[in-house]
């Protein structure tokens, strides 16, 4: 394949196309590479950007998957602030919304999600911000501070980084959940119980199972929350962080298999053989659960990165991989590895009130999924035992006093 | 600035100057050097950015943190002188400083 050089089209500057692009050099393709963001700066972590980036302990170089010169020096064409309109799978070309088209031999769509904006009255209000981007980033950072106000729509992890973010800066922050509870989507009640009792003790105020009727404003700034039951509560700012849409829409256009989310392989190839799709935007298989996932995390999008990057330089494929991620609140290091999926018990090990537990979900006796709340043994024990199925002695994991590596050995140990 | 090699399983090896202040994870990464994942991009979250520090660089590196060794020792290629390379701080100390990647991150 390398003799012929084919010209591998990237759409997606983000943390997959980055990495791919990246990997593809690694791997010692020596064609073409050309990288298309939207954005109009090169490929950076999102993940800091409602924590370390927020309060101001991260700078843009360190927030860069790569130096600027790395692209030039890698012969990697960059191409930001460039809109795609279509793909053609036929002719086997992307147009772009000015009117450039570009020819690929090896498209790679990497286009991510975007934050989703609720249809409520004046949420175009200036104020009103969605956290996906780094300018969106700035414009927080630049919006909130000491004193100032903060509404947060949407209990989910996004939402509780930016508060436990804001809290350090001694803004007041106020949590809006349309469920009956914070994390509904991702997390059991005991863990969304905890990071609730821990936000409240740390100054944030919560309001469960609200609708957010409107929002106020004064010559088109932002001036408060109005809930359905009347109540109105005045702010600063406002965050959403109500979830995210797949990008999937130049894929639907050209024909491609999708079900939310782009459908691809075990090398994350599309339904068309010259077209792959990685990252937030696809959806694949994860063999340890016998199902297909569609995955929101940085963990993901590198996996994906390489299946694809092996796929196009004829390499072995990666082993496959425990899916995990992370979220920082405060002092809290969270960890999580699998997905509770078809899980019928939970095991709960150590102490929520101390602030150090995980939750194991098993099906039967094997581990389908664990959150470890300032316990990396918990994750790294329970991310092995996810991938090898191997069965556990739910009272010994239970009991902290065994340690991981003696639980997961047996009684004999 | 320090300069270090990052010696990759196949013997490979990569000499680089990296930034004081930077980690030697953030080195490697950032002159795309095979061997090292980072997915956590150095949060000491997920244990994919292992190097083996030569024996007589070991101390010089300084020890290794509570979070970070509870981590290290659950991972498959542990050795005594494993460390998690987003935990070591590059200084001008550490000029000449070698490191060696496992056969796999994780």
């Known amino acids: ?219 088109g700034q932002v001036t408060g929350v109005w809930l359905g039951d009347g109540r109105g509560l005045p702010c600063d700012a406002v965050v959403i962080g109500a979830g995210i849409h797949p990008n999937e829409d130049i894929a639907k256009e050209a024909g491609l298999e999708c079900d939310h989310g782009i459908l691809v392989d075990l090398e994350a190839r599309t339904s068309d053989p010259n077209i792959f799709a990685i990252g937030d935007v696809s959806r694949r298989p994860m063999p340890i659960y016998d199902c297909m996932f569609r995955m929101e995390s940085v963990p993901n999008a590198l996996e994906q990165a390489k299946q694809a990057a092996a796929a196009i330089t004829g390499r072995q494929a990666p082993m496959g991989e425990v899916p995990w991620q992370w979220s920082d609140q405060y002092d809290l290091k969270m960890q999580i590895a699998g997905y509770p999926f078809e899980a019928d018990s939970l095991v709960v090990r150590g102490d929520p009130q101390a602030a150090k537990f995980a939750l194991f979900h098993l099906k039967g006796d094997q581990v389908q999924a664990v959150e470890a709340i300032n316990s990396p043994p918990e994750f790294m024990m329970g991310r092995q035992l996810i991938g090898n199925r191997k069965a556990v002695d739910r009272i010994r994991l239970a009991d902290p006093s065994i340690s991981m590596k003696e639980v997961v050995a047996g009684r004999d140990a | ?75 498959d290629a542990f050795r005594p002188n494993s460390r998690l390379s987003c935990q070591i701080k590059v200084t001008d100390a550490l000029d000449g400083l070698v490191v060696r990647m496992p056969k796999r991150q994780g």
């Open chain 2, 1 to 75: 600035m320090a300069q270090i090699t990052y010696i990759e399983f196949n013997n490979k090896a990569h000499t680089v100057d990296v930034k004081s202040g930077m980690s030697v994870m953030e080195g490697a990464v950032r002159n795309n050097i095979p061997g090292i994942d980072a997915e956590c991009g150095g949060e000491c979250s997920c244990g994919t950015c292992q190097v083996f520090v030569d024996e007589t660089w070991f101390e010089k590196a300084g020890a290794r943190n509570d979070t970070e060794a509870s981590i290290l020792e659950f991972t």
């Open chain 1, 1 to 219: 394949m390398q003799e012929s050089k084919p010209h591998v089209v990237i759409i997606g500057a983000g943390h997959a196309g980055g990495t791919l692009a990246a990997l593809l050099r690694q791997y010692e393709f020596t064609g073409p590479i050309t990288l298309i963001g939207e954005e109009p700066i090169p490929p950076y972590h999102r993940p800091p950007l409602s924590k370390a980036w927020l309060k101001g302990e991260a700078d843009a170089e360190s927030l860069a998957l790569k130096p600027l010169e790395f692209y030039a020096e890698n012969n990697i064409d960059l191409w930001l602030n460039a809109r795609v309109a279509r793909v053609d799978p036929v002719g086997k070309k992307v147009s772009f919304l000015n009117g450039n088209i570009l020819a690929y031999d090896i498209l790679v769509i990497a286009t991510g999600s975007r934050a989703i904006y609720p249809p409520i009255p004046r949420a175009d209000s200036r104020g009103i911000m969605l956290l996906r981007t780094a300018a969106d980033a700035e414009q927080l950072k630049a919006t909130i501070g000491a004193g100032k106000r903060l509404v947060i729509v949407g209990g989910g992890y996004i939402g509780l980084e930016v508060a436990a973010s804001v809290r350090g800066m001694d803004a007041e922050v106020v949590i809006l959940e349309r469920e009956e509870r914070i994390l509904k989507r991702v997390a059991n009640p005991i863990l969304a119980k905890f990071f609730q009792s821990y936000h409240e003790a740390r100054g944030v105020t919560f309001e469960l199972g609200c609708h957010v009727a409107s929002f106020g404003s004064e010559n």
